[in-house]
């Protein structure tokens, strides 16, 4: 049977049957002991599982029953930074929708239930970036404890918990690559080619969709409880963490709208998946694993998920129409004064061109950059980076009609972050006047940073060794509007800004900020 998932406001009331089943579902599995594998506590702890967390936080304590080892197994495997980021979480997804459907069905409730999804970004109104109504209700309509709410989900302290703005953007849409490049140049729509990834295996960067908007919605959403230090795990909500998000109902909502930006992008021209067999067939050392409804395991790979309609999936979303995106090399072409826009097919072979001649670094902050409330670095570029650059620039600026070579893309890389404070979000800025109100250059704004996964990736004793994770903006644009305002691009100014008062108060560490050309 073909299922389709719908946005959850346009299901109508708050407690429509679909949301209402959901909860009710919510409430059965969470009446399940761990050891069940279709019990709320093993679903959430297949994404994250942290026994001391998990105990302070007080869904188990010393004499909750564990699984058996080859089931515990099966716990803290959410694939993150990696290339498998988006077809696990499908696979993740489908499973726990079997399940809850399966609950659903036992108490009465419809066979084509299928699992709505939160679109936060819908028609760019602040309407649709409030958290869903039926989850910030403490009680049914019945007078009883409404599953779906859970006390710890801050947001930035203010009610109703609404998403700012900036962490909505679909600009990870644009993306023209699935895979990320060398040295994480540029980052790639789906993140970067790994072996299984947990997140704390290797240092590794944020695929686009991965860094905006899912990234920053877990810590806008979790947030940090207000007037405590949030770079203490236990002040933190648990959506900002990743041993904690599985627990908040909230999360498999988000989750799915992940996954239909994924089948968006698919169907947008020139997108594909990767066709290398590394992806298709991997993990080589392994195959993910998910519990199904009737006490087996269903095991999958990338190629499993690749087809939302194919079995054994059999979904749709009632909404996967792809956004309207003004092009990358037009919009350079035409800032730059340049009068041509690449007819098709030409965007794909300059960006071939680009990734033969690979990344080049051409300037770096001097040393470890610490973090605290509002923070400028400063990055010195090299002398012959830079006389390439302008060349490049002045070529794409003098073109005529039909010319179709894009210059030297740039991009910024924020290396090592490094901290506790995972659900801090800071916005990264280039150029603006060190005491400015940043929201007056949206120009100058490189892209958001969120912390969500930090602590793992920064923890000494782990397979990361505390080397921190990485993060990739584009900011081409920003050079191009540099250069022809007649800046010698000799040095970039960058400023960390935070996005709340917990952000504020959030510190970590940055390794090095870097700037890199990618093509002539």
């Known amino acids: 049977m073909p299922f389709v998932r719908k946005e959850i406001r346009s299901l109508g009331a708050t407690w429509n049957d679909t949301t209402l089943w959901y909860a009710k579902a919510v409430g059965n599995l969470k009446e399940r002991p761990f050891t069940d594998p279709t019990s709320w506590w093993f679903l959430a702890a297949i994404h994250g599982f942290h026994p001391v967390v998990w105990t302070e936080f007080g869904f188990m304590d010393d ?17 993150h930074q ?35 999804y939160w679109n936060y970004s819908k028609d760019g109104t602040a309407a649709a970036r409030v958290l869903p109504e039926a989850f910030a209700a403490q009680t049914l309509p019945d007078g009883s404890d409404n599953p779906l709410f859970v006390p710890r989900r801050f947001g930035d302290g203010t009610l109703p918990i609404t998403v700012p703005s900036l962490s909505v953007s679909l600009q990870a849409l644009g993306a023209t690559t699935y895979t990320g490049g060398n040295d994480d140049i540029p980052p790639g729509f789906g993140g970067p080619v790994t072996p299984f990834h947990h997140g704390p295996e290797t240092e590794t960067a944020n695929g686009a969709l991965e860094s905006l908007p899912h990234n920053n919605i877990h810590g806008d959403i979790g947030g940090a409880e207000p007037g405590t230090d949030p770079n203490q795990w236990f002040n933190l909500g648990l959506m900002s963490m990743p041993i904690t998000a599985g627990l908040d109902p909230i999360f498999w909502l988000h989750h799915a709208n992940i996954d239909r930006l994924w089948s968006i992008w698919k169907a947008m021209p020139g997108h594909a998946d990767p066709t290398d067999g590394d992806w298709r067939d991997g993990p080589t050392d392994r195959t993910f694993a998910m ?90 570029l090299d002398e012959a980076g830079v006389r390439t650059l302008r060349t490049s620039l002045a070529r794409a600026a003098a073109a005529g009609p039909g010319a179709t070579q894009e210059p030297a893309r740039l991009f910024l890389k924020v290396e090592g972050v490094r901290g506790t404070a995972d659900a801090a979000v800071y916005y990264v800025y280039v150029d603006i006047p060190p005491n ?15 912390l969500f996964g930090v602590s793992d990736a920064s923890a000494a004793s782990g397979p990361h060794a505390g080397n921190g994770f990485n993060q990739v903006f584009e900011i081409s644009g920003i050079v191009d509007a540099l250069h022809l305002s007649g800046d010698d691009l000799a040095r970039l100014d960058v400023q960390f800004v935070p996005s709340n008062p917990a952000s504020e108060a959030s510190t970590f560490t940055v390794r090095r900020v870097s700037v890199f050309k990618f093509g002539e």
């Open 436 to 450: 400015a109100r940043p929201a007056d250059f949206p120009d100058r704004l490189a892209g958001t940073l969120s």
């Open 63 to 79: 004499q909750t029953p564990m699984p058996k080892a080859d089931l515990l197994a099966l716990w803290a495997q959410c694939q």
């Open 291 to 380: 519990p199904l409804s009737d006490g087996t395991f269903w095991q999958f790979n990338a190629s499993a998920v690749t087809d939302t309609r194919g079995q054994p999936l059999d979904y749709s979303y009632d909404d996967e129409t792809p956004p309207t995106l003004a092009p990358r090399v037009a919009m350079r072409m035409a800032g730059l004064g340049g009068r041509a826009v690449a007819p098709a097919g030409a965007t794909a072979v300059r960006e071939a061109q680009m990734a033969a001649s690979g990344p080049e670094l051409i300037g770096a902050s001097d040393g470890e950059v610490r973090v605290a409330g509002r923070t400028r670095t400063e990055v010195r």
């Open 82 to 116: 990696t290339w498998y980021f988006l077809p696990w979480h499908r696979g993740y997804l489908y499973a726990f929708e079997e399940i809850v459907r399966s609950a659903v069905v036992a108490e009465g409730g419809p066979a084509d239930w299928a699992l709505p």
